[in-house]
């Protein structure tokens, strides 16, 4: 793959995107490298967690619009290129990350910008390095509105109002400041972001496989449920999970005061 990387240790796959020369935004070719390492990923049962992350110093400056900014060709015009560009490339892109059926952490390294930001939240958990910055570049200072799913995720993770003020006036905010309005997890020192990456992945893979994805499906199912139909959910959703192995092993580790084997 020209613009991924994939390393797996242990149970965990480190997937990297690897455009540092263009600060590792996104083209067509980088959707299309991450959707295949994906798919790889997800059909292996051996791999119980993920990182992703990027090389060098920017962690995604958002996608890579050249054709579009300069108002498309003869045959087609900006908004028809974005739209082939949106719809068949970074969009599947996003929705794969959204559905892996195993814990991902993000480990954000550097910049995120537009596109950059809603990779960095399309994660489980993210964790940034204290010098990672967040700012939405189409924002209405440019007359659009954020992407990728940004405007999905911005208000339910920092709340309608500073997700209106952050895509209205396109401020950059810092780690810190990502980590106080719960945008993201946690933000460490630099030079200890994988470390702490990886600690959590580790963590994360000595869970039962499945539980990441049925925590997010509930999540997201809560956000347009009102409670009595949430709660339907929840008793239907954990009269299945009660029945699962992973629990009878967990329960019999708790019972034996020893680690639980979910493998």
């Given at each position: 793959?020209?613009?991924?990387?994939?390393e797996?240790r242990?149970?965990?796959?480190?997937?990297?995107?690897?455009?540092?020369?263009a600060?590792?935004?996104?083209?067509?070719?980088?959707?299309?490298?991450?959707?295949?390492?994906?798919?790889?990923?997800?059909?292996?049962?051996?791999?119980?967690?993920?990182?992703?992350?990027a090389?060098?110093?920017?962690?995604?400056?958002?996608?890579?619009?050249?054709?579009?900014?300069?108002?498309?060709?003869?045959?087609?015009?900006?908004?028809?290129?974005?739209?082939?560009?949106?719809?068949?490339?970074?969009?599947?892109?996003?929705?794969?990350?959204?559905?892996?059926?195993?814990?991902?952490?993000v480990?954000?390294?550097?910049?995120?910008?537009?596109a950059?930001?809603?990779?960095?939240?399309?994660g489980?958990?993210?964790?940034?390095?204290?010098s990672?910055?967040?700012?939405?570049?189409?924002s209405?200072?440019?007359?659009?509105?954020?992407?990728?799913?940004?405007?999905?995720?911005?208000?339910?993770?920092?709340?309608?109002?500073?997700?209106?003020?952050?895509?209205?006036?396109?401020?950059?905010?810092?780690?810190?400041?990502?980590v106080?309005?719960?945008?993201?997890?946690?933000?460490?020192?630099?030079?200890?972001?994988?470390?702490?990456?990886?600690?959590?992945?580790?963590?994360?893979?000595?869970?039962?496989?499945?539980?990441?994805?049925?925590?997010?499906?509930a999540?997201?199912?809560?956000?347009?449920m009102?409670l009595?139909?949430?709660?339907?959910?929840?008793?239907?959703r954990?009269?299945?999970?009660?029945?699962?192995?992973?629990?009878?092993?967990?329960?019999a580790?708790?019972?034996?005061?020893r680690?639980?084997?979910?493998?």
């Amino acid at each position: 793959m020209e613009t991924i990387t994939v390393e797996v240790r242990d149970a965990i796959a480190i997937v990297k995107i690897s455009r540092p020369e263009a600060f590792n935004s996104m083209n067509e070719q980088m959707s299309i490298d991450a959707r295949q390492a994906l798919a790889v990923i997800r059909q292996d049962n051996t791999i119980r967690a993920m990182i992703l992350t990027a090389e060098g110093r920017s962690f995604c400056a958002g996608a890579e619009l050249s054709d579009e900014l300069s108002g498309g060709d003869a045959q087609h015009s900006a908004g028809s290129r974005l739209n082939a560009t949106m719809r068949d490339h970074t969009n599947p892109w996003i929705h794969d990350l959204h559905n892996m059926p195993i814990p991902v952490v993000v480990a954000i390294n550097g910049v995120a910008a537009g596109a950059g930001v809603g990779l960095a939240l399309a994660g489980d958990i993210s964790i940034a390095a204290n010098s990672a910055t967040f700012i939405l570049t189409f924002s209405a200072k440019l007359g659009l509105i954020p992407d990728v799913g940004l405007t999905w995720q911005l208000s339910r993770r920092i709340g309608m109002a500073r997700a209106t003020a952050l895509a209205l006036l396109g401020d950059k905010i810092n780690a810190q400041q990502a980590v106080e309005w719960g945008l993201i997890w946690q933000s460490v020192d630099d030079d200890r972001l994988m470390e702490a990456a990886l600690s959590t992945a580790d963590r994360l893979a000595k869970m039962p496989r499945h539980a990441a994805l049925e925590l997010r499906q509930a999540l997201h199912h809560a956000q347009t449920m009102p409670l009595e139909a949430q709660l339907d959910y929840e008793r239907r959703r954990q009269c299945i999970l009660i029945e699962k192995p992973e629990f009878r092993e967990g329960v019999a580790a708790f019972k034996e005061k020893r680690a639980p084997n979910f493998r």
